[in-house]
Nanobody, 125 residues
Protein backbone atom coordinates (compact mmCIF):
# COMPACT_ATOMS: atom_id res chain seq x y z
CA UNK A 1 0.00 0.00 0.00
CA UNK A 2 1.27 3.48 -0.90
CA UNK A 3 -0.16 6.81 0.24
CA UNK A 4 0.66 9.90 -1.81
CA UNK A 5 0.38 13.58 -0.89
CA UNK A 6 0.95 16.40 -3.34
CA UNK A 7 1.99 19.93 -2.46
CA UNK A 8 3.40 23.03 -4.10
CA UNK A 9 0.43 24.19 -6.11
CA UNK A 10 -0.90 27.72 -6.08
CA UNK A 11 -1.55 30.83 -8.12
CA UNK A 12 1.31 31.88 -10.37
CA UNK A 13 1.78 34.31 -13.23
CA UNK A 14 2.34 33.05 -16.74
CA UNK A 15 6.01 32.68 -17.58
CA UNK A 16 7.02 31.79 -14.03
CA UNK A 17 8.01 28.38 -12.66
CA UNK A 18 6.46 26.06 -10.12
CA UNK A 19 7.73 22.94 -8.41
CA UNK A 20 5.24 20.35 -7.27
CA UNK A 21 6.11 17.71 -4.69
CA UNK A 22 4.73 14.23 -4.23
CA UNK A 23 5.59 12.62 -0.91
CA UNK A 24 4.87 8.96 -0.39
CA UNK A 25 4.59 6.58 2.50
CA UNK A 26 4.71 2.83 2.20
CA UNK A 27 7.40 0.25 1.83
CA UNK A 28 7.03 -0.32 -1.90
CA UNK A 29 7.55 3.27 -3.08
CA UNK A 30 11.09 2.64 -4.30
CA UNK A 31 9.95 -0.15 -6.61
CA UNK A 32 7.21 1.84 -8.36
CA UNK A 33 7.12 4.31 -11.19
CA UNK A 34 5.58 7.68 -10.42
CA UNK A 35 3.42 9.62 -12.81
CA UNK A 36 2.01 13.11 -12.77
CA UNK A 37 -1.39 13.72 -14.31
CA UNK A 38 -3.57 16.80 -14.48
CA UNK A 39 -7.22 17.56 -14.95
CA UNK A 40 -8.34 20.93 -16.16
CA UNK A 41 -11.90 22.01 -15.50
CA UNK A 42 -14.25 20.34 -17.94
CA UNK A 43 -11.55 18.12 -19.41
CA UNK A 44 -10.34 14.56 -19.02
CA UNK A 45 -7.39 13.73 -16.81
CA UNK A 46 -4.23 13.71 -18.91
CA UNK A 47 -0.71 12.44 -18.56
CA UNK A 48 2.00 15.01 -17.84
CA UNK A 49 5.21 13.17 -16.91
CA UNK A 50 6.52 9.96 -15.39
CA UNK A 51 9.70 8.61 -13.88
CA UNK A 52 10.93 5.06 -13.38
CA UNK A 53 11.52 3.48 -10.01
CA UNK A 54 15.22 4.41 -9.85
CA UNK A 55 14.90 7.64 -11.79
CA UNK A 56 16.68 6.43 -14.90
CA UNK A 57 13.70 6.72 -17.26
CA UNK A 58 11.56 9.79 -17.74
CA UNK A 59 8.66 10.59 -20.04
CA UNK A 60 6.94 13.87 -20.81
CA UNK A 61 3.82 14.84 -22.63
CA UNK A 62 4.50 17.08 -25.59
CA UNK A 63 2.63 19.91 -23.88
CA UNK A 64 5.35 20.20 -21.20
CA UNK A 65 8.36 18.64 -22.91
CA UNK A 66 11.36 20.97 -22.89
CA UNK A 67 10.04 23.12 -20.06
CA UNK A 68 9.52 20.59 -17.28
CA UNK A 69 11.65 18.24 -15.19
CA UNK A 70 10.57 15.24 -13.16
CA UNK A 71 12.96 13.90 -10.52
CA UNK A 72 12.83 11.58 -7.55
CA UNK A 73 14.69 11.11 -4.30
CA UNK A 74 13.97 7.65 -3.02
CA UNK A 75 15.76 8.26 0.28
CA UNK A 76 13.08 10.86 1.04
CA UNK A 77 10.21 9.10 -0.77
CA UNK A 78 9.68 12.25 -2.81
CA UNK A 79 9.12 13.02 -6.46
CA UNK A 80 9.24 16.54 -7.88
CA UNK A 81 7.73 18.00 -10.99
CA UNK A 82 9.01 21.40 -12.01
CA UNK A 83 7.31 23.24 -14.82
CA UNK A 84 8.91 26.35 -16.26
CA UNK A 85 7.43 29.04 -18.50
CA UNK A 86 3.97 28.31 -17.19
CA UNK A 87 1.01 29.00 -19.45
CA UNK A 88 -2.64 29.61 -18.59
CA UNK A 89 -3.44 26.26 -20.21
CA UNK A 90 -1.34 24.58 -17.51
CA UNK A 91 -4.10 25.46 -15.05
CA UNK A 92 -5.40 22.21 -13.57
CA UNK A 93 -5.46 19.97 -10.55
CA UNK A 94 -2.23 17.99 -10.57
CA UNK A 95 -2.15 14.47 -9.19
CA UNK A 96 0.75 12.14 -8.62
CA UNK A 97 0.26 8.41 -8.91
CA UNK A 98 2.28 5.27 -8.24
CA UNK A 99 2.26 2.10 -10.26
CA UNK A 100 4.19 -0.60 -12.04
CA UNK A 101 4.82 0.39 -15.64
CA UNK A 102 7.52 0.69 -18.25
CA UNK A 103 7.93 3.07 -21.15
CA UNK A 104 4.75 4.33 -22.76
CA UNK A 105 2.72 2.12 -20.40
CA UNK A 106 3.32 4.89 -17.89
CA UNK A 107 1.12 7.25 -19.88
CA UNK A 108 -1.95 5.17 -19.05
CA UNK A 109 -4.08 6.11 -16.07
CA UNK A 110 -4.99 2.47 -15.57
CA UNK A 111 -1.39 1.52 -14.75
CA UNK A 112 -1.56 3.41 -11.47
CA UNK A 113 -3.48 1.92 -8.53
CA UNK A 114 -2.33 4.58 -6.05
CA UNK A 115 -3.28 8.25 -6.35
CA UNK A 116 -2.90 11.42 -4.34
CA UNK A 117 -5.70 13.91 -3.74
CA UNK A 118 -4.16 16.53 -6.01
CA UNK A 119 -2.93 20.09 -5.78
CA UNK A 120 -4.44 23.03 -7.68
CA UNK A 121 -2.25 25.01 -10.05
CA UNK A 122 -3.68 28.23 -11.45
CA UNK A 123 -1.72 30.23 -14.00
CA UNK A 124 -2.85 33.80 -14.58
CA UNK A 125 -2.21 35.57 -17.87
Amino acid sequence: QVQLVESGGGLVQAGRSLRLSCTASGRTFNSLSIGWFRRAQGKEREFVAAIGSIGDRTHYHDSVKGRSTISRYNDNNTVFLEIDKLKPEDTAVYHCAAGDCYGYECWAIGRYPYWGQGTQVTVSS
